[in-house]
């Protein structure tokens, strides 16, 4: 974690596992292509669950308190569908079915974070894996084979502006 200056960018999210990962990878190449945008580096690759943004330092521990807190049972979901935010030039995977269990994870975290007014996007929660960004055209929202997924872990991330692109560090993480 780049600690140099007073704030970080952090976000909740579930991280996509290695093996999965690899394959949502290539996934991410053959988007970006059709879309004409940049794939996502494999590492970074996960599902946002709440978005804080920059935060001061400081609240870092009472947001590894509020992850930790967060209630959390196993899921799966299907990734099978792919599709665009043209708005904002990116292209996902995402699940036709989301599973009540993620939907309930969302709930807590952003009923918690929102009880200790931290302030979180007001668009209805969609689930997602992020392929590409930067698509100069939409990529038409279509199925694609499903590939299960069950993530292990609910992780607190910070974003690191590189000249290479966002890096993304886990500061703490507890498992589903």
Do not use: K
Not at 7 to 22: I, S
Not at 97 to 111: E, I, K, S, T
Not at 141 to 148: E, K, L, T, Y
């Amino acid at each position: 974690m780049a600690a140099a200056t007073p704030r970080a960018r952090v976000f909740y999210a579930l991280p996509v596992e290695e093996g999965l990962r690899d394959e949502l990878a290539a996934l991410a190449r053959d988007v970006a292509q059709t879309c004409r945008g940049r794939a996502m580096p494999a590492a970074n690759l996960h599902a946002t669950l709440a978005f804080l943004g920059d935060v001061h330092r400081e609240v870092l521990p009472r947001l590894e308190v509020l992850g930790a807190a967060t209630a959390r049972s196993p899921l799966e979901l299907s990734l099978d569908r792919v599709g665009s935010f043209p708005r904002a030039g990116v292209a996902y995977v995402a699940a036709s079915h989301v599973p009540a269990a993620l939907l309930d994870l969302h709930a807590q975290l952003a009923q918690a974070l929102t009880a200790e007014r931290f302030r979180l996007d007001a668009r209805p929660y969609r689930p997602h894996v992020t392929l590409a960004r930067h698509c100069g055209q939409p990529l038409r929202d279509q199925a694609v084979p499903g590939r299960a997924w069950r993530p292990r872990c609910l992780a607190l991330y910070e974003s690191v502006t590189a000249p290479e692109g966002a890096q993304y560090h886990v500061i703490a993480s507890w498992p589903l």
